[in-house]
């Protein structure tokens, strides 16, 4: 299993819209690199839910449901989607404050690259944020 964090503007999409609708393909990506990540997600990898612009937090964990497939609101096949159901709200949000202090947390795409919106996470940095959360 692989782990992964994807980034959403609450004013644009929030925790809440995405439960309200229970699945969702997370669209929009317009990075090769998020793009490449996209790629490798697999069917029951888990993703946490960060909420970016004024928020900065972690709010959730999501789960991938259908691997990659063409973005349905583009007619450029060079982009993908994945669909995503949301598994559980974290009882307490994770900031990016808490995450930068946090030594462990130090190597995170989250920290060193901030406007990845598809990014890796490490086992380690996944049980380090959902114990904080």
Do not use: C
Not at 5 to 26: I, N, Q
Not at 87 to 95: A, F, G, I, Q, S
């Amino acid at each position: 299993m692989n782990y992964w964090l994807v980034k959403s503007e609450p004013d644009a999409y929030s925790w809440d819209d995405f439960v309200k609708l229970g699945r969702d393909h997370w669209d929009g990506v317009r990075n090769y690199a998020a793009r490449k990540h996209m790629m490798a997600m697999q069917t029951g990898d888990l993703v946490l839910f960060y909420h970016s612009g004024g928020a900065k937090e972690v709010v959730g964990i999501a789960k991938v449901v259908q691997e990659h497939y063409p973005d349905p609101t583009t007619d450029d096949d060079r982009w993908v989607v994945v669909d995503l159901v949301p598994e559980k709200k974290l009882d307490k949000p994770v900031t990016l404050q808490e995450i930068k202090a946090d030594d462990r947390l130090s190597g995170m795409p989250l920290v060193r690259i901030p406007r990845l919106s598809v990014q890796p996470v490490e086992k380690e940095e996944f049980d380090i944020i959902l114990k904080k959360g």
